[in-house]
Every structure is written in C-alpha cells, then in structure tokens.
C-alpha cells in the first residue's frame, strides 16, 4: 500500500524534537516512520506517515508544540501523494 503523505519535522535540540513527537503522535492519526534520526550539529528529525489532513495537522502540533518550550524548529514539511520509491529512504523501524 502506498504511503498517502509524510510529515517531517526538524528540531535543533533533542528535547524539542521529543515534546514535538509526541504532540505530533497525539494530534493526528500518524505514525512514526522510525527512529529519531541525527541530522548534523545538533539537528535531529522525526518522521511521520499517514492520510494528508492527519500529517498536516500533526507537523502543525509538533512543530508549535517544539516552540512552546523554547525550542528552534529548523524546518517542517509534508509531502503529499509522494511516490513509492520515497519510501527507500525513510527511517526503517528498528
């Protein structure tokens, strides 16, 4: 079955990042791609998947949910309808 959109949320900060995952996971009906992956210098990700409303709603909540304690969010983004191949490059579950 094809991934319908994927939300991604970047966080300097590792707690920021968590308070942002779990706001994500609480608002919508989505699902963490994986692991919370280091990006550089102190970036860290998370990625989630599910119908398009529920991962704009949850990238939305994380990312407000990441600012309300103060932390920096680098960069959001939802990715409608991707194509079946993004899959390969997403965080595996472990």
């Known amino acids: ?5 994927v939300g991604l949320l970047e966080t300097c900060g590792l707690v920021a990042l968590v308070e942002g995952a779990d706001a994500m996971l609480k608002a919508a009906n989505v699902r963490l ?3 919370m992956r280091k990006v550089d210098a102190g970036l860290v990700s998370a990625v989630v998947v599910g119908d398009v409303a529920a991962v704009r709603a949850a990238v ?3 990312a407000a949910a990441a600012r309300a304690i103060g932390g920096q969010v680098v ?3 939802v990715i409608a309808r991707p194509h079946d191949e993004v899959g ?3 965080p595996a579950k472990p």
């Open 75 to 77: 960069s959001v983004h």
């Open 1 to 5: 079955m094809a991934i319908q959109a």
């Open 33 to 35: 791609a994986g692991p």
């Open 88 to 90: 390969q490059v997403l």
């Open 60 to 62: 939305d909540a994380g």
